[in-house]
């Protein structure tokens, strides 16, 4: 799972800009992104795009562009603020990516002391999403599927990695009883 740490002082927090984010795609993950406008319903969107062999993804993880009071900013300062804030979320959503810290450990909200994966359950699941050939931005897809309920890959507890882990390997295992 790709970490990207939040290194920028907001008003309300940190939090890990987009230039930052851009700059991981590319050197960590070597992917290149960019956004795409979208409407649904009669609401615009900001979703990543990513490209792979020389291809361009469909929009990806699509985040509605909403402006708040305005805080005394001019109306386009508002619409860059909330294009680049969907731009943000919809990279780490397309992507896989978390941040260091999450905006909830600030909020009061009380997480549940719960282990996260290993390093070696990490590099495990990293083969497996590359042996099963899942494209950048898809990883989610593929563990919620296998867990049957949503979960994101940067906050896989260690209970639910080994579980991916065991149910890629029994599949894998009747595959190959399958075939003999």
């Known amino acids: 799972m790709a970490v990207v740490k939040k290194t920028v002082k907001g008003g309300r927090g940190n939090y890990a800009d987009l230039a930052s984010l851009v700059a991981y795609a590319n050197d960590e993950l070597h992917v290149r992104v960019r956004w795409a406008t979208v409407y649904l319903g009669d609401r615009l969107h900001q979703a990543t795009q990513v490209q792979q062999d020389g291809k361009w993804s469909e929009p990806l993880c699509p985040i509605p562009v909403e402006t708040g009071s305005g805080n005394g900013l001019t109306v386009m300062q508002q619409l860059g603020s909330a294009l680049t804030y969907a731009r ?13 810290d999450d905006d909830g450990q600030t909020s009061g909200y009380r997480r549940r ?9 990490q590099a495990t699941i990293d083969r497996i999403l590359a042996e099963t050939n899942t494209p950048p931005g898809r990883e989610n897809n593929l563990l919620s599927n296998v867990l049957q309920r949503p979960v994101a890959y940067g906050t896989l507890s260690m209970t639910d990695a080994r579980q991916v882990i065991e149910s890629y390997e029994a599949s894998k295992k009747q595959h190959k009883e399958d075939k003999q």
């Open 88 to 100: 943000r979320y919809s990279l780490c959503g397309a992507l896989g990516i978390a941040t260091t």
């Open 113 to 121: 002391n719960v282990e996260r994966m290993t390093d070696d359950q």
